[in-house]
């Protein structure tokens, strides 16, 4: 059994409502992707993500992943701010 490693974290943000986290997967042959972008629900006040999967992007090179992740930021803030 091989053990489990983390994968790479190429970008972190985290909004009121969302954490959003671009990462290179530790087992990219299986993705076939160089990096994705998943976005994550957060609990309503609390600091924590209940780790619900809401939106994921998946990209073949690092420069895709850090435009990729700039874009998911502005779509979940821009839908932050409707809800308001």
Do not use: C, W
């Amino acid at each position: 059994m091989m053990p489990f490693s983390m994968p790479t974290r190429i970008a972190r943000t985290k909004t009121r409502l969302y954490l959003i986290s671009t990462v290179l997967p530790t087992d990219d042959e299986f993705f076939g992707t160089r990096a994705e972008t998943m976005v994550f629900l957060l609990k309503p006040n609390e600091n924590d993500s209940i780790y619900t999967e809401i939106d994921v992007q998946y990209y073949r090179t690092l420069e895709e992943a850090k435009l990729g992740h700039k874009q998911m930021v502005k779509k979940y803030k821009k839908m932050e701010n409707h809800s308001l």
